[in-house]
């Protein structure tokens, strides 16, 4: 889904939000850096197999998912991340490595660390590795209805 198609996407829900460019980055501490915004407060999409079903983890950059807990939590018997090949096709107008947290749109279940549901916005990439969006996290959470729960770690 490309910026244009978000944006679209949130014009037609009345969603007020932000676009925010930055140099080209690529890992989420990266895209936090160059936007100048805590890397807690960037949230990066993982991209997991979950009993070979496609599905999003959607954390602070500052974190990493801890797939053991995440399965624990939610039941599964086999948590792993996606290789881009499983999941390249499902976001055909993004750019490698810069999904939106979206899964509503893409047919993916899509899970958000507790941690980002305290802030007042949630900042994501919007497609690309040189744009994010920014809009209110109970905006985020009415459109797509993930499940919150605690998997995230701080990265060592």
């Given at each position: 889904?490309?910026?244009?198609?978000?944006?679209?996407?949130?014009?037609?829900?009345?969603v007020?939000?932000?676009?925010?460019?930055?140099?080209?980055?690529?890992?989420?501490?990266?895209?936090?850096?160059?936007?100048?915004?805590?890397?807690?407060r960037?949230?990066?999409?993982?991209?997991?197999?979950?009993?070979?079903?496609?599905?999003?983890?959607?954390?602070?950059?500052s974190?990493?998912?801890?797939?053991?807990?995440?399965?624990?939590?939610?039941?599964?018997?086999?948590?792993?991340?996606a290789?881009?090949?499983?999941?390249?096709?499902?976001?055909?107008?993004?750019?490698?490595?810069?999904?939106?947290?979206?899964?509503?749109?893409?047919?993916?279940?899509?899970?958000?660390?507790?941690?980002?549901?305290?802030?007042?916005?949630?900042?994501?990439?919007?497609?690309?590795?040189?744009?994010?969006?920014?809009?209110?996290?109970?905006?985020?959470?009415?459109?797509?209805?993930?499940k919150?729960i605690?998997?995230?770690?701080?990265?060592?």
């Open positions: 889904m490309s910026l244009r198609l978000i944006r679209d996407y949130l014009d037609k829900e009345r007020k939000y932000s676009v925010l460019t930055h140099s080209p980055a690529f890992t989420a501490q990266e895209i936090a850096a160059a936007s100048h915004i805590p890397g807690h960037v949230a990066k999409c993982v991209i997991l197999s979950i009993d070979g079903e496609l599905a999003i983890a959607v954390l602070p950059a974190s990493n998912v801890d797939l053991d807990l995440l399965g624990w939590i939610g039941g599964a018997e086999r948590v792993e991340l290789t881009e090949a499983e999941f390249r096709d499902r976001f055909p107008d993004c750019e490698t490595g810069a999904m939106p947290p979206f899964g509503n749109l893409y047919g993916m279940q899509v899970f958000v660390s507790e941690e980002l549901t305290t802030e007042e916005t949630i900042t994501f990439n919007g497609g690309t590795h040189t744009e994010l969006i920014q809009m209110a996290y109970r905006d985020f959470e009415r459109l797509v209805r993930p919150i605690e998997f995230a770690r701080p990265r060592i």
